[in-house]
């Protein structure tokens, strides 16, 4: 099976690529919206949401949680059914930030209707056909869309879904990327996260159960990080009948723990992370640091404008990266590292900082679908 993936190509500057979104009210529906009311080649063309608010003005219906206003234009917007119909049919790209509970099937309507998605939902992250993708880390993963596209009943011409990440996954394998770029393959990984309050979207963890303390639980989450590290971190084998699969980093085998925490911060989760490389001896510390400060992804090269000018900045301070100060790094885009020192247990640690509502989700859809256009998949 081959694909005509590899030719970049700038879309002409004059012309705008329609958007819609799916659960545009919510946490990172509203993100969308920030984001797309500033893009260079993207227009807000739909918003949709449940059948609650359709039919109702935007401004009408969301709780608007951001810093920057509702977007001129946008609260006026009518919002609709998450049901294919003219209007989401005039989009070439549909961003979702479905709830989870419903976005299977109506993400699987849109693409079944021939439409480009992006979401950030967990429904499809498993999928084989499906890339699960990281835009700072592995776009190469687009190229299983043929495959996606030919396998589907009936097969399709232009539709796809493409995922990103869990946010706290999200985070942490940017850096983790950086690592096996720089020195190979790393054998094992400890994480334990501290995840913001909007991570449960809104309204959320009670204020009652989250104020003065901390929750050592999040449903599923740990089994999200250990699993779509290695479909991320790991490459795509071909057969010799040409079909594509996610090897899930088999070659070289990667154990990956989790332990996730809910904290009283509203964004920006933080992740203390310990690594094991295979090659022996391991890279110092400072070789690490300097390993992150000259990651450079792909999606830069590309020419995608909203991937970030630096993915990881290295903090030398002792208490750094915090979410309050460090969040906004690159409007939300890169990551922040810090801490980086010896393990006694494993061999490097250091402690991550990203955005879950940017990086970890709205941010990295957008640098998704223009990659996507770059590539010529969509547009
Ligand atoms: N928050 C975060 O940091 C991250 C979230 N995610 C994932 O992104 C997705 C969205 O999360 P988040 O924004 O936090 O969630 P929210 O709960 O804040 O928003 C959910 C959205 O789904 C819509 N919705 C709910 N029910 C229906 C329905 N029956 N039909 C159509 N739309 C419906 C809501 O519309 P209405 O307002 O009308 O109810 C709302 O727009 C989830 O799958 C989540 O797991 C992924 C990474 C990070
Ligand atoms: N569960 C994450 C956010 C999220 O929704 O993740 P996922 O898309 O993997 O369900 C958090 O609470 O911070």
């Given at each position: 099976?081959?694909?005509?993936?590899?030719?970049?190509?700038?879309?002409?500057?004059?012309?705008?690529?329609?958007?819609?979104?799916?659960?545009?009210?919510?946490?990172?529906?509203?993100?969308?919206?920030?984001?797309?009311?500033?893009?260079?080649?993207?227009?807000?063309?739909?918003?949709?949401?449940?059948?609650?608010?359709?039919?109702?003005?935007?401004?009408?219906?969301?709780?608007?949680?951001?810093?920057?206003?509702?977007?001129?234009?946008?609260?006026?917007?009518?919002?609709?059914?998450?049901?294919?119909?003219?209007?989401?049919?005039?989009?070439?790209?549909?961003?979702?930030?479905?709830?989870?509970?419903?976005?299977?099937?109506?993400?699987?309507?849109?693409?079944?209707?021939?439409?480009?998605?992006?979401?950030?939902?967990?429904?499809?992250?498993?999928?084989?056909?499906?890339?699960?993708?990281?835009?700072?880390?592995?776009?190469?993963?687009?190229?299983?869309?043929?495959?996606?596209?030919?396998?589907?009943?009936?097969?399709?011409?232009?539709?796809?879904?493409?995922?990103?990440?869990?946010?706290?996954?999200?985070?942490?394998?940017?850096?983790?990327?950086?690592?096996?770029?720089?020195?190979?393959?790393?054998?094992?990984?400890?994480?334990?996260?501290?995840?913001?309050?909007?991570?449960?979207?809104?309204?959320?963890?009670?204020?009652?159960?989250?104020?003065?303390?901390?929750?050592?639980?999040?449903?599923?989450?740990?089994?999200?990080?250990?699993?779509?590290?290695?479909?991320?971190?790991?490459?795509?084998?071909?057969?010799?009948?040409?079909?594509?699969?996610?090897?899930?980093?088999?070659?070289?085998?990667?154990?990956?723990?989790?332990?996730?925490?809910?904290?009283?911060?509203?964004?920006?989760?933080?992740?203390?992370?310990?690594?094991?490389?295979?090659?022996?001896?391991?890279?110092?510390?400072?070789?690490?640091?300097?390993?992150?400060?000259?990651?450079?992804?792909?999606?830069?090269?590309?020419g995608a404008p909203s991937a970030p000018r630096r993915a990881i900045v290295v903090h030398e301070e002792a208490d750094r990266p915090q979410p309050r100060l460090d969040r906004y790094f690159q409007d939300g885009a890169g990551v922040s590292v810090g801490?980086?020192?010896?393990?006694?247990?494993?061999?490097?640690?250091?402690?991550?900082?990203?955005?879950?509502?940017?990086i970890g989700a709205a941010t990295s859809s957008i640098i998704n679908a223009e990659i996507a256009v770059l590539k010529g998949i969509v547009g």
């Amino acid at each position: 099976m081959s694909s005509s993936l590899d030719s970049p190509t700038i879309p002409n500057a004059t012309h705008t690529i329609n958007v819609g979104v799916l659960g545009a009210t919510g946490t990172v529906g509203q993100r969308f919206i920030t984001l797309l009311s500033a893009h260079p080649w993207f227009k807000i063309h739909v918003l949709g949401a449940s059948p609650r608010s359709a039919g109702k003005r935007y401004g009408e219906v969301v709780k608007w949680k951001q810093v920057l206003p509702i977007p001129v234009g946008v609260g006026e917007m009518v919002v609709r059914e998450c049901k294919v119909d003219e209007g989401w049919r005039d989009c070439q790209i549909v961003f979702s930030g479905l709830d989870a509970d419903v976005a299977g099937p109506i993400e699987e309507s849109f693409r079944a209707s021939d439409l480009a998605v992006f979401s950030n939902s967990k429904n499809y992250r498993r999928n084989p056909h499906v890339p699960l993708i990281v835009p700072l880390v592995n776009p190469s993963h687009l190229s299983i869309i043929p495959q996606q596209r030919l396998l589907h009943t009936p097969p399709l011409q232009k539709g796809f879904i493409v995922t990103n990440a869990n946010c706290s996954t999200t985070g942490y394998v940017i850096p983790l990327c950086a690592l096996e770029k720089a020195f190979g393959p790393i054998e094992s990984v400890l994480v334990t996260t501290m995840q913001a309050i909007s991570g449960a979207g809104y309204p959320g963890v009670s204020a009652l159960d989250i104020m003065d303390n901390v929750i050592p639980y999040i449903s599923g989450e740990e089994e999200k990080i250990e699993w779509e590290t290695l479909k991320i971190l790991g490459g795509i084998a071909e057969s010799d009948a040409g079909v594509k699969t996610f090897d899930m980093h088999a070659k070289h085998p990667l154990r990956v723990s989790a332990s996730c925490n809910r904290v009283p911060v509203i964004d920006g989760h933080t992740e203390c992370v310990s690594v094991r490389f295979k090659r022996r001896p391991p890279p110092s510390p400072q070789q690490v640091r300097e390993a992150f400060s000259a990651f450079t992804p792909d999606c830069q090269a590309l020419g995608a404008p909203s991937a970030p000018r630096r993915a990881i900045v290295v903090h030398e301070e002792a208490d750094r990266p915090q979410p309050r100060l460090d969040r906004y790094f690159q409007d939300g885009a890169g990551v922040s590292v810090g801490r980086v020192r010896q393990c006694q247990v494993l061999d490097v640690k250091f402690v991550v900082l990203a955005n879950n509502v940017s990086i970890g989700a709205a941010t990295s859809s957008i640098i998704n679908a223009e990659i996507a256009v770059l590539k010529g998949i969509v547009g």
